[in-house]
């Protein structure tokens, strides 16, 4: 089974620094997909960022980069130039590739922004 | 384009009641999903519609729960003999096929059970 880890309960970061969220997941498969996911306290799950396990390069969407390591299976989410909006809950998650692909998700972790 | 919508937004309920709670996809899309999100917790899988039916149920915590969507749009999540346990929020998503696609969540519904 696949599971999905985040370690770190809770971050801060000062407005306009860059913080890493951390995220690590255990697979037997090589084809899947990895996400990040932001949950404001509206409760909407929004994406922040997609990965597919077979492209090498990282992804990258505006201020928000991942540290994909395939081999060392870990998964962190890099927010540059953070934002007061940037404050919510972030999951990691993970699923298959083809049909059927349920999403797996870590714990999530708090961040806050501090102005 | 109007996104997923869930309803009703919050569900205050008694041990024992039974309880429906809708989702709306995003339209023309195939697959939908139903999520459980306990307090403190990412969500867990429950089920997964492929059009009308149920491709896998196999998050389903017990045979209390049951959902359908008649009619490869719409779906319903039917808790009977709510128990004070149930209490979460859940989250609805659509994609627009299932395979290697982006879920899109609805704002989910909190139930609480009394």
């Known amino acids: 089974a696949q599971t999905v880890t985040q370690s770190q309960p809770e971050m801060s970061v000062q407005e306009a620094e860059t913080v890493t969220l951390s995220c690590t997941y255990d697979t037997s498969e090589s084809d899947y997909y990895l996400f990040w996911y932001k949950q404001p306290p509206s409760r909407q799950m929004i994406l922040v960022i997609r990965q597919e396990a077979y492209k090498q390069q990282n992804a990258t969407e505006n201020r928000f980069s991942v540290n994909f390591q395939k081999a060392a299976k870990s998964f962190s989410l890099k927010i540059s130039d953070s934002q007061l909006g940037d404050a919510a809950m972030y999951f990691c998650?993970?699923?298959?590739?083809?049909?059927?692909?349920?999403?797996?998700f870590g714990k999530g972790i708090t961040l806050s922004v501090r102005p | 384009g109007a996104g997923v919508s869930q309803t009703p937004s919050n569900k205050v309920t008694e041990k024992g009641k039974y309880v429906e709670l809708r989702c709306d996809p995003i339209?023309?899309?195939?697959?939908l999903y139903w999520y459980r999100q306990s307090l403190g917790q990412g969500p867990e899988f429950l089920i997964y519609?492929?059009?009308?039916?149920?491709?896998?149920d196999s998050g389903l915590p017990n045979d209390r729960f049951f959902a359908v969507r008649p009619e490869g749009s719409v779906s319903t999540l039917k808790i009977q003999r709510t128990e004070r346990g149930d209490s979460a929020v859940y989250l609805c998503?659509?994609?627009?096929?299932?395979?290697?696609?982006?879920?899109?969540f609805g704002p989910g519904t909190r139930l609480t059970v009394l």
């Open positions: 998503a659509s994609s627009p096929t299932g395979e290697s696609d982006t879920q899109y």
């Open positions: 998650a993970y699923r298959l590739t083809g049909a059927n692909s349920k999403l797996t």
């Open positions: 519609f492929q059009g009308t039916g149920a491709a896998d």
């Open positions: 339209s023309g899309h195939t697959a």
